[in-house]
């Protein structure tokens, strides 16, 4: 506190305590059918697998196989799942929401849980006649997630589109939004 505030700076000392047995994600892994093209099948097999990863005492890994998978509405990332694709160059989740606004299309991607990770994959906003009205990624407010990871991740939209073209983190017990633009 810059020199100020006496030896303890604002308060008095605190106690510290350090977990020393982290949490640690299972091996088991739920591999996802390759896409198939159609929005319902693509967004069924892919919550579906994180649904059963979900229900894991440790969680475990939803993978994704190379290819464009295409999802109609919000899915839902839930505690304990890591949701993996074979590379931001091999796996895409094209955001593709073409009926009118629903709670369930708030965001293309909701972190719910904690010790959550995406990775190795590319999350692209697609044109078309509906967006999710607050971005393409993010948080259950006014909850608080720890141990999130987002690596290697890649998130973009159709040239042009603005509208629910952005990630939405609400961090800091929903004190602050940081909104990141995709490029």
């Known amino acids: 506190h810059n020199g100020h505030g006496g030896d303890y700076g604002w308060s008095e000392p ?3 305590s350090i977990d020393n047995d982290p949490w640690v994600r299972g091996s088991s892994v739920v591999n996802v059918p390759p ?3 159609n929005s319902t099948t693509d967004y069924n097999n892919i919550q579906s697998a994180i649904d059963t990863v979900s229900t894991f005492s440790d969680g ?3 993978q994704l196989a190379v290819g464009t998978y295409t999802i109609y509405k919000e899915m839902s ?3 304990k799942v890591r949701l993996a694709g074979m590379g931001m160059t091999q796996t895409t989740i094209a955001v593709e929401m073409n009926t009118p606004f629903s709670w369930e ?3 293309g991607i909701r972190f719910t849980g904690d010790h959550t990770a995406l990775e190795d994959l590319n999350v692209k906003l697609v044109t078309s006649t509906q967006y999710p009205s607050a971005g393409i990624l993010g948080g259950t407010w006014p909850i608080t997630l720890e141990d999130v990871l987002i690596k290697n991740v890649k998130w973009h939209s159709d040239p042009g589109l603005t509208q629910g073209s952005n990630m939405q983190m609400i961090a800091d017990q929903g004190r602050g939004n940081y909104y990141l633009p995709l490029e």
Do not use: F, I, S, W
């Open 105 to 107: 299309k708030v965001y």
């Open 77 to 79: 990332l839930e505690a």
């Open 35 to 37: 896409p198939t093209g």
């Open 60 to 62: 475990g890994t939803v």
């Open 14 to 16: 605190v106690d510290l």
